[in-house]
């Protein structure tokens, strides 16, 4: 018996979604685009930097469902582009000085 060949018609256009999240909002939208398409050109098609002019992309980090990635990745249909906005404070300077207070509060009862 020979092998089956499944044959798969390349899209033209993908359907991906590009997200950022304040702290009061998140905005997901959703885009028809080429199905060749980066990271950084759905982000730019989705015309979120219009609406969010605080975002830069040489500056602000990206994703896709949560994994980092470089504006030049090509994306594939369904993808979500995440816009990630810059801490606040560094998580591991939070938690030393957590843990200094609560030895701090120890030390003193």
Known sequence: ???????????????????????????????KVSAQITAEQAIK???ILDRYPEI???INKIGLFGKLIKLDRPLRHLDRVEIYR?????????????????????TVN
């Open 1 to 31: 018996m020979g092998a089956i060949r499944i044959k798969y018609k390349k899209q033209a256009e993908v359907l991906v979604e590009v997200a950022y999240a304040l702290p009061s909002e998140q905005l997901i939208l959703q885009v």
């Open 45 to 47: 098609a989705s015309t």
């Open 56 to 58: 830069n992309l040489n």
């Open 86 to 106: 810059a801490l606040i404070a560094d998580p591991k300077e939070v938690r030393k000085q957590r843990a200094a207070e609560g030895k701090a509060v120890k």
